[in-house]
């Protein structure tokens, strides 16, 4: 897959969360424009390979803000890393305005939590293949899925989202799938996806797993680390190619292991 003037295949890379938000579930993932950069060098120094900033909340039950207010929170963000780093950059984004200012900016990687459906429009799609950029599809809905067959459920979603891809014109080799951990699933439906995260390499496309320190694993979101290592071993056996973490070394300390591992 390439992402800016990066190309990731054949591993388990980890993309660093870092938000510009006041309200983000996990508190030390937070930050503002004054330590912007003390926590991206922090996160590459620790062995992240993609910085993922996000200007909204996107945890159950949070308050929108509108585009205006979330591009304010990422501009100068945005400008800062592109300045003072060479690292792929991903915009967690699923307004089109906020996209094609990130793009028109520097940003490498629209993360879209609604798989480029929001608002029923193909404008997403056509942004991200205007700049050449890449996307990260998440499959996601707005109410838990009472289907059955959750996995027909969520390629139905794939499979519209990445209609638009082709309509658009977006390369296959910038697009990455991300199974939605925690969004309109349970609990129980969240580690089957987990468990089972193979059956999304059907669409011969890079996969992203995002667990980390999420609801699904029970308790205070500070005793969830241990739990999400272990789904981050989980990534490595399923040859994911990406997984979005809050806690970088430990996470990277993590893959190298299990690799070793199964080099045995």
């Given at each position: 897959m390439i992402i800016g003037n990066k190309t990731f295949e054949n591993d388990t890379y980890i993309m660093a969360i870092i938000n510009l938000t006041p309200d983000s579930f996990y508190e030390k993932s937070r930050t503002t424009n004054d330590t912007l950069l003390e926590k991206v060098k922090k996160a590459i120094d620790d062995g992240a390979s993609v910085i993922d900033i996000g200007g909204q909340s996107t945890r159950p039950g949070h308050t929108p803000v509108s585009q205006e207010e979330e591009w304010k929170r990422l501009e100068n963000a945005i400008k800062l890393i592109k300045t003072n780093f060479d690292i792929p950059l991903s915009?967690?984004?699923?307004?089109?305005?906020?996209?094609?200012?990130?793009?028109?900016?520097?940003?490498?990687?629209?993360?879209?939590?609604w798989g480029l459906q929001w608002g029923n429009s193909d404008k997403m799609a056509k942004i991200i293949a205007k700049y050449n950029a890449s996307v990260c599809i998440m499959q996601n809905q707005d109410h838990i899925s009472q289907d059955k067959d959750l996995w027909q459920y969520m390629y139905k979603f794939f499979d519209k989202s990445l209609k638009l891809c082709e309509e658009a014109g977006i390369q296959k080799d910038k697009i990455l799938l991300d199974g939605g951990i925690g969004f309109g699933k349970t609990k129980e439906q969240n580690h089957i996806v987990v468990d089972n995260?193979?059956?999304?390499?059907?669409?011969?496309?890079?996969?992203?797993?995002?667990?980390?320190?999420?609801?699904?694993?029970?308790?205070?979101?500070?005793?969830?680390?241990?739990?999400?290592?272990e789904t981050t071993k989980k990534a490595v056996r399923k040859n994911v190619l990406f997984v979005r973490v809050h806690d970088i070394k430990e996470n990277f300390d993590t893959i190298r292991q299990e690799k070793e591992l199964l080099k045995k």
């Amino acid at each position: 897959m390439i992402i800016g003037n990066k190309t990731f295949e054949n591993d388990t890379y980890i993309m660093a969360i870092i938000n510009l938000t006041p309200d983000s579930f996990y508190e030390k993932s937070r930050t503002t424009n004054d330590t912007l950069l003390e926590k991206v060098k922090k996160a590459i120094d620790d062995g992240a390979s993609v910085i993922d900033i996000g200007g909204q909340s996107t945890r159950p039950g949070h308050t929108p803000v509108s585009q205006e207010e979330e591009w304010k929170r990422l501009e100068n963000a945005i400008k800062l890393i592109k300045t003072n780093f060479d690292i792929p950059l991903s915009v967690d984004t699923y307004y089109p305005y906020v996209a094609e200012l990130a793009l028109q900016n520097g940003a490498d990687l629209i993360n879209d939590i609604w798989g480029l459906q929001w608002g029923n429009s193909d404008k997403m799609a056509k942004i991200i293949a205007k700049y050449n950029a890449s996307v990260c599809i998440m499959q996601n809905q707005d109410h838990i899925s009472q289907d059955k067959d959750l996995w027909q459920y969520m390629y139905k979603f794939f499979d519209k989202s990445l209609k638009l891809c082709e309509e658009a014109g977006i390369q296959k080799d910038k697009i990455l799938l991300d199974g939605g951990i925690g969004f309109g699933k349970t609990k129980e439906q969240n580690h089957i996806v987990v468990d089972n995260y193979e059956k999304l390499h059907r669409y011969g496309l890079p996969l992203l797993l995002g667990t980390s320190r999420k609801s699904m694993f029970g308790g205070e979101v500070k005793d969830r680390l241990a739990p999400t290592l272990e789904t981050t071993k989980k990534a490595v056996r399923k040859n994911v190619l990406f997984v979005r973490v809050h806690d970088i070394k430990e996470n990277f300390d993590t893959i190298r292991q299990e690799k070793e591992l199964l080099k045995k």
